[in-house]
């Protein structure tokens, strides 16, 4: 019965690969995130869509790309990977608007490229 | 842009004693809402609490409260009777809809409650 989930928990790659992170949420909300925590522990937000819509795009490469297939999945695909996109990757979601209600988040993706 | 500072990078408190972290926001927004969270080892981010800047009273959760000075732009917490599993990250966020639409985090405070 968890609430947000990601998978993988852990994901090791080389340099150049590309991969997927993917996110599901069964709290029936509107609105799903992608934040990256840095080594030094700093969150930021990447992505954010409601109701399957982009809302917001950071200033993140073109190599990530976010995909909502439903209103409960929000999936983030990266390419060509480098060093410095090793990091932990939080999916959260939240009923509406982000900041006014409490966001949920996932138990985190660690990231780590070769 | 709205900025969120914790100046303490790292805190440490004796079990059953009480600590609070700082937290200093920057805006122009009127109303907007401020969260504490909470990332234990295990890493799942958890809310602790939440404000909301037009409500004066301080919220309180139990064992923890914040102290709201909107003139100030400040937002601490304080933790009551620390038990050793309040051990954590602990992160400030700000909200603003008039703003950019999302959570600000602040760079985190690492609390450690000895026995």
């Known amino acids: 019965d968890t609430a947000v989930s990601q998978t993988p928990k852990y994901l090791v790659t080389q340099m150049g690969n590309d991969k997927s992170i993917k996110c599901e949420q069964n709290l029936g909300h509107d609105t799903m995130y992608w934040y990256k925590q840095d080594s030094k522990k700093f969150l930021k937000i990447m992505f954010s869509y409601n109701n399957k819509e982009l809302i917001i795009n950071e200033t993140v490469p073109n190599r990530f790309s976010p995909k909502s297939p439903d209103k409960a999945h929000l999936n983030l695909h990266i390419n060509s990977l480098e060093l410095g996109d090793s990091a932990v990757y939080f999916c959260?979601?939240?009923?509406?608007?982000?900041?006014?209600?409490?966001?949920?988040f996932g138990p985190g993706t660690r990231l780590t490229v070769l | 842009a709205q900025t969120v500072t914790q100046s303490q990078p790292e805190m440490s408190v004796q079990e059953a004693e009480t600590v609070t972290l700082s937290c200093t926001y920057d805006?122009?927004?009127?109303?907007?809402?401020l969260f504490w969270y909470k990332q234990p080892p295990s890493r799942q981010m958890i809310l602790v609490i939440r404000q909301e800047a037009y409500k004066q009273q301080n919220a309180t959760e139990n064992r923890f409260s914040v102290n709201f000075q909107k003139a100030a732009k400040s937002f601490s917490l304080k933790i009551s009777d620390s038990q050793l599993g309040d051990t954590a990250m602990y992160f400030c966020a700000f909200y603003s809809q008039g703003g950019s639409e999302k959570l600000v985090f602040g760079k985190g405070t690492k609390l450690t409650v000895n026995p």
């Open positions: 805006t122009s927004e009127s109303n907007y809402y």
């Open positions: 959260a979601s939240s009923p509406g608007l982000a900041g006014v209600n409490e966001q949920f």
